[in-house]
């Protein structure tokens, strides 16, 4: 079982930076793959960005490519979101989810755990 708690979250002007983490519990976190997604008002859940669990490797959406790196520290059991350059259109409550068996980055249901969110919020 993997429990998952978002932080960092907050109010920033565009043009701002805000670091997200993802503090995960239980032995098995450093197996899982990562991923970070997004829901705005009205909106669908989105994907935002992941890294695999092992080698590092990292995917984006398109919208956040160049101005949001995902990281990881498996010995800390936590997931991190840079996020630089942020846009009113940024706005959401982000989500962390983990998984064993992601071959897909960018759908939803592939991920096991997810956390609660935390609430982003960019003012033009």
């Known amino acids: 079982q993997v429990q998952l708690v978002e932080s960092g979250g907050g109010l920033v002007q565009a043009g701002g930076s805000l670091r997200l983490s993802c503090a995960a519990s239980?032995?098995?976190?450093?197996?899982?793959?990562t991923g970070w997604f997004r829901q705005a008002p009205g909106k669908e859940r989105e994907f935002v960005a992941f890294?695999?669990?092992?080698?590092?490797?990292?995917y984006y959406a398109d919208s956040v490519k160049g101005r949001f790196t995902i990281s990881r520290d498996n010995a800390k059991r936590t997931v991190f979101l840079q996020m630089n350059s942020l846009k009113p259109e940024d706005t959401a409550i982000y989500y962390c989810?983990?998984?064993?068996?992601?071959?897909?980055?960018?759908?939803?249901?592939?991920?096991?755990?997810w956390g609660q969110g935390t609430q982003v919020t960019v003012s033009s």
């Open positions: 239980g032995r098995t976190f450093s197996s899982h793959h």
């Open positions: 989810a983990a998984g064993q068996r992601v071959t897909t980055a960018t759908m939803r249901g592939q991920y096991d755990y």
């Open positions: 890294i695999t669990w092992s080698v590092g490797s990292t």
